[in-house]
């Protein structure tokens, strides 16, 4: 079971984890290093559903949480950590996302000895004993939302993952994206209609 990141259902403010910033700005490495235990996870997850490869996802991790040791004294509690920390990893994504659209988007499969594999099943460990039908479905499902993501904007991206996966409400991921929450849900609205039609009878 996933451990429950503090403040991700509404992204309110948290005692302790402000207690922590605090103590990180005060040099404590500690108290820097339990916030990176306790987020970090919640960041990889959201960077690998948003790009759906391990090694960017790996990557993101790794920008995020350093642009976070670098700017963490800049950090003035006018919103929740966790919604300072998702508008870092969502800029950085939506950079990935954007160079990708300028050169040709990278297949979500790869080809093995045993032929194409769907990338997700590199980074997700899947039973040994599942349902072979059941398996096939599933990499037919991965595929077609591959499909359907990559003909998403950026942003329509990254408001459904942020929407659908990481279950936040419009009015956060409108503080995320830096937009308003009438934006954020025109723009899911888009995505969802996006989505919709090249999934098809997968829905």
Same mark, same amino acid.
């Not at 959201?46 to 790996?58: C, G, K, V």
């Not at 870092?88 to 000895?113: A, F, G, H, Y």
């Not at 939302?145 to 659908?164: K, Q, S, W």
């Given at each position: 079971?996933?451990?429950?990141?503090?403040?991700?259902?509404?992204?309110?403010?948290?005692?302790?984890? #402000?207690?922590?910033?605090?103590?990180?700005?005060?040099?404590?490495? +500690?108290?820097?290093?339990?916030?990176?235990?306790?987020?970090?996870?919640?960041?990889?997850?959201?960077?690998?559903?948003?790009?759906?490869?391990?090694?960017?996802?790996? +990557?993101?991790?790794?920008?995020?949480?350093?642009?976070?040791?670098?700017?963490?004294?800049?950090?003035?509690?006018?919103?929740?950590?966790?919604?300072?920390?998702?508008?870092?990893?969502?800029?950085?994504?939506?950079?990935?996302?954007?160079?990708?659209?300028?050169?040709?988007?990278?297949?979500? $499969?790869?080809?093995?000895?045993?032929?194409?594999?769907?990338?997700?099943? $590199?980074?997700?460990?899947?039973?040994?004993?599942? #349902?072979?039908?059941?398996?096939?479905?599933?990499?037919?499902?991965?595929?077609?939302?591959?499909?359907?993501?990559?003909?998403?904007?950026?942003?329509?991206?990254?408001?459904?993952?942020?929407?659908?996966?990481?279950?936040?409400?419009?009015?956060?991921?409108?503080?995320?994206?830096?937009?308003?929450?009438?934006?954020?849900?025109?723009?899911?609205?888009?995505?969802?209609?996006?989505?919709?039609?090249?999934?098809?009878?997968? $829905?």
């Amino acid at each position: 079971m996933a451990q429950e990141v503090p403040g991700t259902a509404g992204a309110r403010a948290n005692p302790q984890v #402000d207690s922590w910033i605090r103590a990180a700005q005060a040099g404590d490495q +500690d108290a820097f290093e339990q916030l990176v235990r306790t987020y970090d996870q919640s960041v990889l997850r959201l960077a690998m559903n948003l790009l759906r490869s391990p090694e960017d996802a790996r +990557d993101v991790y790794q920008e995020a949480f350093l642009r976070v040791y670098k700017n963490l004294h800049s950090f003035r509690f006018d919103c929740s950590f966790h919604t300072w920390l998702y508008r870092i990893v969502t800029n950085i994504c939506l950079d990935q996302l954007r160079k990708r659209k300028v050169r040709k988007e990278e297949s979500p $499969t790869i080809e093995t000895s045993e032929g194409p594999l769907d990338r997700m099943d $590199t980074f997700e460990e899947e039973s040994a004993h599942a #349902d072979p039908e059941r398996s096939m479905w599933n990499r037919q499902l991965k595929q077609r939302i591959d499909l359907a993501l990559g003909d998403l904007t950026p942003r329509e991206r990254m408001v459904f993952e942020l929407r659908h996966y990481q279950g936040l409400r419009l009015r956060n991921i409108g503080e995320v994206l830096g937009t308003t929450e009438e934006a954020a849900k025109n723009c899911l609205f888009r995505a969802t209609q996006k989505m919709r039609a090249v999934l098809g009878d997968f $829905t």
